[in-house]
Nanobody, 121 residues
Framework: QVQLVESGGGLVQPGGSLRLSCAAS????????MGWYRQAPGKERELVAT???????NYGDSVKGRFTISRDNAKNTVYLQMNTLKPEDTAVYYC???????????????WGKGTLVTVSS
């Protein structure tokens, strides 16, 4: 199994910054990709940012230029640096790892339990 533990959420004022972390533990053959998604009240889960094993990144339109995703392969950890936060960024943020458990296995999605980010004055 693969376990994901997120940290770094909280309350921040508009214009402020937060850094989320998500560390993976367990066993696998390869981590194919990592990412962050979010779900605001009454809305569907949406892409925030992803990063592949090769380092390619992708961002949701609403966070481009403000958020940065990064990874530490040695620590099996993905980060999300969030700057210039807006009230509309308020949501539960979920980390996601796409993992190949063995050389012949299919890639499987694993999700963290989520961390709440509230942007409010």
């Amino acid at each position: 199994q693969v376990q994901l533990v997120e940290s770094g959420g909280g309350l921040v004022q508009p214009g402020g910054s937060l850094r989320l972390s998500c560390a993976a533990s367990g066993s696998w053959f390869r981590i194919v990709g990592m990412g962050w998604y979010r779900q605001a009240p009454g809305k569907e889960r949406e892409l925030v940012a992803t990063v592949t094993s090769g380092g390619s990144t992708n961002y949701g339109d609403s966070v481009k230029g403000r958020f940065t995703i990064s990874r530490d392969n040695a620590k099996n950890t993905v980060y999300l640096q969030m700057n210039t936060l807006k009230p509309e960024d308020t949501a539960v943020y979920y980390c996601n790892f796409l993992v190949r458990r063995s050389v012949y296995a299919y890639d499987t999605d694993y999700w963290g339990k989520g961390t709440l980010v509230t942007v409010s004055s």
